[in-house]
């Protein structure tokens, strides 16, 4: 059994929220709410309590519903210690090496700049989940709004190591048009190719492409694939620096 029951929220036009919850001590955390009302009724229809706030990063579609939600549960706040003046109500400031402790759950806090300074991760273990915010999406990864190439290739090498049967919870629902820019720079990728097909199909029925696998990102998404010989031939930097291909393919993305 799984160290966390996981609901997933759809709000706004293309974010998820997420509920994760422990079932032995019944805390359950809400990860990057954007808004209040559809978080307290997926509480009630699950009959759990919001006992944390667990944030990501600062942009009001993740913290939207912060300091509402703690005004009407008594609910903590943890987020980002390199960014605690921006998340509103924090009660406890993470960063790069943490643990934290959620019921009978750990997370491990990975520091992820680049789509904002202080981005941060979660990674469950014992439940396979990783709540990576605007950092990675399915076949993507965030703009690069306050940091650099260096520094999101350095953040998104930090789930190297993490098994692949990690589920990847990222914040939206932004994989039919990733994947379709992942084809241009890689048409070749049997993986990428066959991935889409089931995009494409999930989409026409409202079907969730969200949560992904890392085993599925490291073989389908070019901003963790830069290394690749076919992805460096098409955009015309073979055998060059990472970094350089992962700027040149964050900046065809950013125009596509």
């Known amino acids: 059994m799984s160290e966390l029951e996981i609901k997933q929220i759809p709000v706004l036009n293309?974010?998820?929220?997420?509920?994760a919850h422990c079932p032995e001590t019944k805390q359950t955390a809400v990860v990057d709410p954007a808004v209040v009302?559809?978080?307290l009724d997926a509480l009630k229809e699950a009959g759990w309590t919001l006992t944390h706030?667990?944030?990501?990063?600062?942009?009001?579609d993740h913290t939207g519903g912060n300091l509402e939600l703690k005004a009407e549960t008594g609910c903590t706040i943890v987020g980002p210690r390199a960014d605690r003046d921006r998340i509103p109500g924090i009660d406890i400031e993470v960063g790069d090496g943490d643990s934290y402790q959620l019921g009978n759950a750990t997370a491990t806090v990975f520091d992820v700049p680049g789509?904002?300074?202080?981005?941060?991760a979660f990674w469950f273990k014992g439940a396979d989940a990783l709540f990576c915010g605007d950092t990675l999406f399915v076949m993507g990864c965030g703009r690069l709004f306050e940091g650099t190439p260096a520094q999101m290739v350095n953040s998104l090498s930090k789930f190297d190591d993490l098994p692949g049967e990690t589920r990847v919870y990222c914040a939206h629902e932004y994989t039919q048009s990733n994947g379709?820019?992942?084809?241009?720079?890689?048409?070749q990728n049997d993986a990428l190719?066959?991935?889409m097909k089931d995009v494409d199909a999930k989409r026409a029925k409202g079907i969730p492409t969200v949560p992904s696998t890392l085993a599925q990102e490291r073989a389908t998404n070019p901003f963790l694939r830069p290394s690749s010989a076919d992805l460096q031939a098409t955009v015309g930097l073979v055998g060059a620096d990472i970094v350089d291909v992962?700027?040149?393919?964050?900046?065809l993305k950013d125009s596509f």
């Open 246 to 251: 992962f700027a040149e393919v964050r900046r």
């Open 115 to 120: 789509h904002t300074r202080g981005h941060i």
């Open 37 to 39: 009302g559809p978080v």
């Open 53 to 60: 706030i667990l944030n990501t990063h600062h942009h009001g």
């Open 180 to 187: 379709r820019f992942a084809l241009t720079v890689e048409p």
């Open 14 to 19: 293309d974010n998820y929220v997420y509920l």
């Open 193 to 195: 190719v066959n991935l």
